[in-house]
Protein backbone atom coordinates (compact mmCIF):
# COMPACT_ATOMS: atom_id res chain seq x y z
CA UNK A 1 0.00 0.00 0.00
CA UNK A 2 0.91 3.73 -0.51
CA UNK A 3 2.16 5.98 2.04
CA UNK A 4 1.43 9.22 1.31
CA UNK A 5 2.83 12.10 3.81
CA UNK A 6 2.00 15.71 3.89
CA UNK A 7 1.15 18.80 5.63
CA UNK A 8 -2.37 20.69 5.60
CA UNK A 9 -2.63 23.38 3.04
CA UNK A 10 0.45 22.53 1.56
CA UNK A 11 1.62 22.12 -1.87
CA UNK A 12 0.83 18.24 -0.63
CA UNK A 13 -2.64 18.57 -1.48
CA UNK A 14 -2.80 18.14 -4.95
CA UNK A 15 -0.79 14.45 -5.02
CA UNK A 16 -3.81 14.18 -2.22
CA UNK A 17 -6.04 14.82 -4.69
CA UNK A 18 -4.71 12.98 -7.20
CA UNK A 19 -4.64 9.79 -4.76
CA UNK A 20 -8.32 10.19 -4.00
CA UNK A 21 -9.19 11.14 -7.50
CA UNK A 22 -7.14 7.77 -8.83
CA UNK A 23 -9.09 5.48 -6.33
CA UNK A 24 -5.98 4.91 -4.87
CA UNK A 25 -4.87 2.48 -1.84
CA UNK A 26 -3.22 4.47 0.43
CA UNK A 27 -2.60 5.62 3.49
CA UNK A 28 -2.25 9.29 4.73
CA UNK A 29 0.50 10.20 7.05
CA UNK A 30 0.34 13.94 8.57
CA UNK A 31 3.72 16.06 9.00
CA UNK A 32 3.73 18.34 11.74
CA UNK A 33 5.32 21.72 10.42
CA UNK A 34 4.06 23.48 14.04
CA UNK A 35 6.25 20.70 15.83
CA UNK A 36 9.12 21.34 12.75
CA UNK A 37 8.80 17.26 12.27
CA UNK A 38 9.60 17.88 8.99
CA UNK A 39 13.00 18.30 9.68
CA UNK A 40 12.91 15.91 12.84
CA UNK A 41 15.08 12.20 12.63
CA UNK A 42 12.41 10.12 11.44
CA UNK A 43 10.94 12.32 8.03
CA UNK A 44 14.26 13.20 6.96
CA UNK A 45 15.27 9.18 6.66
CA UNK A 46 11.74 9.29 4.26
CA UNK A 47 12.73 12.54 2.51
CA UNK A 48 15.99 14.16 3.17
CA UNK A 49 14.63 17.57 1.80
CA UNK A 50 12.69 17.83 4.26
CA UNK A 51 9.35 18.71 2.53
CA UNK A 52 5.97 17.40 1.71
CA UNK A 53 4.71 15.54 -0.14
CA UNK A 54 6.58 12.63 -0.47
CA UNK A 55 5.04 9.15 -0.97
CA UNK A 56 6.75 5.47 -0.14
CA UNK A 57 6.28 3.02 -2.61
CA UNK A 58 6.96 -0.62 -2.60
CA UNK A 59 10.27 0.40 -4.70
CA UNK A 60 11.02 3.31 -2.32
CA UNK A 61 10.42 6.96 -1.79
CA UNK A 62 9.39 9.45 -4.09
CA UNK A 63 9.54 13.32 -4.14
CA UNK A 64 8.43 16.41 -6.32
CA UNK A 65 4.92 17.00 -7.19
CA UNK A 66 5.15 16.47 -11.08
CA UNK A 67 7.04 13.18 -10.35
CA UNK A 68 4.22 12.01 -7.60
CA UNK A 69 1.22 13.41 -9.74
CA UNK A 70 2.79 11.75 -12.68
CA UNK A 71 3.18 8.01 -10.90
CA UNK A 72 -0.07 8.23 -9.78
CA UNK A 73 -1.35 9.06 -13.54
CA UNK A 74 1.10 5.66 -14.61
CA UNK A 75 -0.08 3.51 -12.12
CA UNK A 76 -3.81 4.56 -12.20
CA UNK A 77 -4.72 4.18 -15.60
CA UNK A 78 -8.26 3.79 -15.50
CA UNK A 79 -8.85 6.93 -13.69
CA UNK A 80 -6.99 8.54 -17.13
CA UNK A 81 -5.48 11.34 -15.32
CA UNK A 82 -2.59 12.19 -18.27
CA UNK A 83 -2.68 11.63 -21.76
CA UNK A 84 -0.64 8.83 -21.58
CA UNK A 85 -0.72 7.52 -25.15
CA UNK A 86 -0.09 11.29 -26.95
CA UNK A 87 3.54 12.25 -26.57
CA UNK A 88 3.24 15.87 -27.20
CA UNK A 89 -0.20 16.45 -25.09
CA UNK A 90 2.00 14.79 -21.81
CA UNK A 91 5.06 16.93 -22.75
CA UNK A 92 1.93 19.90 -22.61
CA UNK A 93 0.48 18.45 -19.39
CA UNK A 94 4.28 18.36 -18.27
CA UNK A 95 5.44 21.55 -18.79
CA UNK A 96 2.68 22.86 -17.24
CA UNK A 97 3.19 21.08 -14.07
CA UNK A 98 6.79 21.68 -14.54
CA UNK A 99 6.05 25.83 -14.20
CA UNK A 100 3.99 25.46 -11.35
CA UNK A 101 6.56 23.86 -9.34
CA UNK A 102 9.88 25.31 -10.88
CA UNK A 103 8.46 28.87 -11.14
CA UNK A 104 4.83 29.81 -9.33
CA UNK A 105 5.74 27.72 -6.10
CA UNK A 106 9.06 29.27 -5.55
CA UNK A 107 7.51 32.97 -6.29
CA UNK A 108 4.83 31.87 -3.43
CA UNK A 109 7.62 30.39 -1.17
CA UNK A 110 9.14 33.72 -1.19
CA UNK A 111 6.06 35.08 0.66
CA UNK A 112 6.98 32.64 3.85
CA UNK A 113 10.37 31.18 3.50
CA UNK A 114 12.84 33.97 2.22
CA UNK A 115 15.18 32.83 4.50
CA UNK A 116 16.10 29.85 2.03
CA UNK A 117 17.37 32.96 -0.17
CA UNK A 118 18.36 35.57 1.89
CA UNK A 119 19.85 36.55 5.76
CA UNK A 120 19.65 40.14 5.46
CA UNK A 121 15.77 41.11 6.78
CA UNK A 122 15.45 43.57 4.76
CA UNK A 123 16.20 41.64 1.72
CA UNK A 124 13.84 38.82 2.84
CA UNK A 125 11.12 41.81 3.42
CA UNK A 126 11.71 43.19 -0.38
CA UNK A 127 11.35 39.29 -1.39
CA UNK A 128 8.01 39.35 0.60
CA UNK A 129 6.62 42.30 -1.07
CA UNK A 130 7.43 41.51 -4.22
CA UNK A 131 5.09 38.42 -4.15
CA UNK A 132 2.02 39.88 -5.00
CA UNK A 133 3.65 41.14 -8.22
CA UNK A 134 5.42 37.82 -8.99
CA UNK A 135 2.93 35.29 -8.27
CA UNK A 136 0.21 37.65 -10.13
CA UNK A 137 2.27 37.63 -13.14
CA UNK A 138 2.69 33.91 -12.99
CA UNK A 139 -1.03 33.49 -12.72
CA UNK A 140 -1.59 36.03 -15.83
CA UNK A 141 0.76 34.03 -17.64
CA UNK A 142 -1.75 31.50 -16.85
CA UNK A 143 -5.02 32.86 -17.54
CA UNK A 144 -4.41 34.25 -20.51
CA UNK A 145 -2.01 31.77 -22.68
CA UNK A 146 -1.89 28.55 -21.00
CA UNK A 147 -5.14 27.34 -19.11
CA UNK A 148 -7.44 25.74 -22.02
CA UNK A 149 -10.53 25.37 -20.16
CA UNK A 150 -13.10 24.06 -18.59
CA UNK A 151 -10.11 22.33 -17.48
CA UNK A 152 -6.05 22.71 -17.44
CA UNK A 153 -5.48 20.79 -20.82
CA UNK A 154 -9.11 21.39 -21.78
CA UNK A 155 -12.05 18.78 -21.91
CA UNK A 156 -9.85 16.28 -20.05
CA UNK A 157 -9.43 16.14 -16.45
CA UNK A 158 -5.89 15.61 -15.64
CA UNK A 159 -3.22 15.49 -12.74
CA UNK A 160 -2.71 19.45 -13.57
CA UNK A 161 -5.95 20.68 -12.21
CA UNK A 162 -5.74 19.67 -8.19
CA UNK A 163 -1.80 21.32 -9.09
CA UNK A 164 -3.55 25.06 -9.93
CA UNK A 165 -6.26 23.89 -7.86
CA UNK A 166 -3.36 23.80 -5.00
CA UNK A 167 -1.58 26.73 -5.48
CA UNK A 168 -4.81 28.86 -6.74
CA UNK A 169 -6.08 28.47 -2.85
CA UNK A 170 -2.74 30.33 -2.08
CA UNK A 171 -3.53 33.34 -4.07
CA UNK A 172 -5.58 35.74 -1.45
CA UNK A 173 -2.77 34.35 1.28
CA UNK A 174 -0.52 35.52 -1.55
CA UNK A 175 -2.27 39.27 -1.87
CA UNK A 176 -3.63 38.32 -4.95
CA UNK A 177 -6.96 39.18 -5.79
CA UNK A 178 -8.49 35.79 -7.75
CA UNK A 179 -10.87 37.85 -9.78
CA UNK A 180 -8.21 39.14 -11.61
CA UNK A 181 -8.20 35.50 -13.25
CA UNK A 182 -11.76 34.63 -14.03
CA UNK A 183 -10.85 31.24 -15.92
CA UNK A 184 -9.16 30.17 -12.83
CA UNK A 185 -11.36 31.40 -10.41
CA UNK A 186 -14.24 29.39 -11.72
CA UNK A 187 -11.53 26.60 -11.80
CA UNK A 188 -11.18 27.06 -8.23
CA UNK A 189 -15.04 26.86 -7.33
CA UNK A 190 -15.37 23.76 -10.12
CA UNK A 191 -12.88 22.23 -8.43
CA UNK A 192 -13.85 22.21 -4.76
CA UNK A 193 -16.89 21.22 -5.84
CA UNK A 194 -16.06 17.33 -6.57
CA UNK A 195 -16.60 14.90 -4.10
CA UNK A 196 -12.64 13.89 -4.06
CA UNK A 197 -11.39 17.65 -3.64
CA UNK A 198 -14.15 18.28 -0.91
CA UNK A 199 -12.98 15.08 0.88
CA UNK A 200 -9.31 15.75 1.31
CA UNK A 201 -10.10 19.64 1.63
CA UNK A 202 -11.53 18.83 4.63
CA UNK A 203 -8.57 16.62 5.92
CA UNK A 204 -6.30 19.78 5.49
CA UNK A 205 -8.69 21.97 7.67
N1 LIG B 1 9.48 21.10 -5.28
C1 LIG B 1 8.78 20.47 -4.19
C2 LIG B 1 8.51 21.52 -3.13
C3 LIG B 1 8.10 20.92 -1.83
C4 LIG B 1 7.93 21.99 -0.77
O1 LIG B 1 8.57 23.04 -0.78
N2 LIG B 1 7.01 21.70 0.18
C5 LIG B 1 6.79 22.63 1.25
C6 LIG B 1 5.30 22.71 1.54
S1 LIG B 1 4.39 23.47 0.21
C7 LIG B 1 7.48 22.15 2.51
O2 LIG B 1 7.51 20.96 2.76
N3 LIG B 1 8.02 23.07 3.30
C8 LIG B 1 8.59 22.73 4.56
C9 LIG B 1 9.77 23.57 4.91
O3 LIG B 1 10.21 24.38 4.08
O4 LIG B 1 10.24 23.40 6.04
C10 LIG B 1 7.48 19.86 -4.69
O5 LIG B 1 6.93 20.37 -5.65
O6 LIG B 1 7.04 18.84 -4.16
Redesign the pocket.
Known sequence: MLKFFF?PQ??ALASHIALEEAGADYEAVRVD?SKNE??GAAYLKINPK????ALATDRGVL???PAILFFIAQTHPAAKLAPLEDPFDLGRLQAFNAYL?STV?VAH?HRM?GYRWADDPAAIDEMKRKVPQTVGDCFALIEAEMFEGPFVMGDAFTIADPYLFTLATWLEGDGVDPARFPKILAHRTRMAARPAVAKVWALHQ
Open positions: SSCFQRGRVPTETCHAR
